[in-house]
């Protein structure tokens, strides 16, 4: 039992939510001041004013957060944050001019990873990645998603999947495993990409679900990666053993990769950097979360994804971190935050349903996580002494987080 008492302000405080927020809606934010919390076996059991304690309340652990502010941990949504070594050299070829594309058509960019990854063992992979969990938990993540596709091969994309599943029973983390074979075309395949498709489809997925090692399926579907028809067949192929997609889609051009994901009912549809008029309309009318990777543009140097658009023609939006070693080497969701409100010029409440509520549903996970909400998961933090919670996106460059619950117990 833990209470935390004298909350500045409770934020995002919802009794009875929604699947997400949409349109008009994501500039509402429900937020109790000078509230208390109450934690019992992980999870939410009570809230409310001060005034309305009970004293009965008292008896377990109690933590004052005078002058502090409390959310719902994050829930990032997209990451690939199992890999080996880091990318570094490929950045300064960035600031030397090189194109994301040149870059992976000079062996660099996933392929890179790929060799990195076929060479370090389970176990390195591991202790690495346990490295970026416990940093992000430190920063306020209290759920993530983390893909393959560094693996490009059976065998490896299985080790990747197989160590996620490690990180899953071994962190307090809620964390949902992506299938990403088809993440890009290794050398070998590259006058025959439909081989490779082949692959993915006849022996990577069957492995893959016979392992029970991972929660959805995804595919990069952009200009120069895999084609709408190529991205068809290995989501129908997914979908046949119960991998739900997710997509990859328009981060370099308008692939018809959100065509190809609503079409297949997926879970989210992430990037969106080239989004019309045409699919807005396609995602008004479907169950995908359209899901906007701001570090990525922020590190490319490329175009934002049109949030503000998607927002005010009705759509949900959720933001994630894509923490990988290449296009957005960092999982500071706070960041992103900031980077939503100056980029993508979304509000403060925007963002913070963006990276709540809208997280959690893109990544299956709405009906336990998102919000403050009695029977959720009491995954939470405290932040420091601020102001308010437009504090949050404004100061990019602060670390705000004081202490961070997971599960009802407080993270060391």
């Known amino acids: 039992m833990l209470l935390i008492k004298n909350i500045k302000s409770l934020v995002q405080v919802v009794d009875s939510p929604g699947k997400w927020v949409a349109g008009e809606n994501m500039n509402r934010l429900s937020v109790l001041n000078n509230a208390y919390l109450y934690i019992k076996d992980g999870l939410i059991s009570d809230y409310g004013e001060m005034s309305g304690l009970p004293q009965k309340l008292m008896n377990g652990e109690v933590i004052d957060a005078s002058g502090k502010l409390v959310f719902p941990s994050f829930c990032d949504s997209h990451t690939h944050l199992v890999y080996a070594g880091s990318r570094e050299i490929e950045y300064m070829d960035k600031i030397r001019g090189l194109s994301y594309e040149e870059i992976a058509k000079r062996g660099g960019g996933i392929l890179n990873s790929a ?41 490896d994309e299985l080790k990747m999947l197989r160590v996620i599943h490690r990180l899953k029973e071994s962190t307090p983390l809620t964390i949902k495993s992506t299938f990403l074979g088809a993440h890009a075309f290794p050398a070998e395949y590259k006058s025959d990409t439909d081989k490779y498709v082949d692959l993915v489809i006849s022996e990577m997925i069957p492995a893959v679900v016979a392992e029970d090692i991972a929660d959805y399926i995804d595919v990069f579907c952009d200009r120069g990666f895999f084609t709408v028809e190529q991205t068809n067949r290995i989501l129908m192929a997914g979908m046949k053993y119960g991998l739900r997609p997710k997509i990859h889609a328009n981060e370099l051009d308008f692939s018809g990769g959100i065509q190809v994901g609503v079409k297949n009912n997926a879970l989210s549809v992430d990037h969106l950097e080239f989004t019309g008029e045409q699919e807005i309309e396609i995602l008004l009318n479907s169950e995908t979360m359209p899901t906007v990777l701001p570090g990525a543009s922020f590190f490319l140097g490329m175009k934002y994804a049109p949030a503000r658009k998607m ?8 933001l994630a971190s894509d923490y990988n070693p290449g296009s957005s080497p960092s999982g500071n969701m706070k960041f992103i935050m900031s980077l939503g409100s100056v980029n993508l010029r979304m509000l403060p409440e925007e963002v913070i349903n963006a990276v709540t509520l809208n997280g959690a549903y893109a990544m299956g996970v709405e009906d336990k996580l998102g919000t403050i909400t009695r029977g959720k998961v009491a995954n939470v933090f405290i932040t420091k002494e601020i102001p308010g919670y437009e504090f949050m996106p404004y100061a990019y460059g602060s670390d705000l987080v004081d202490m961070v619950i997971l599960n009802g117990t407080r993270n060391p």
């Open 115 to 155: 060799k990195l990854l076929h060479n370090t063992s389970e176990d390195s992979l591991f202790e690495q990645a346990l490295v970026r969990i416990n940093e992000i938990i430190g920063m306020g993540t209290g759920a993530v998603e983390i893909k393959s596709g560094y693996g490009l091969t059976v065998e």
């Open 311 to 318: 927002i005010e023609a009705g759509l949900p939006v959720a």
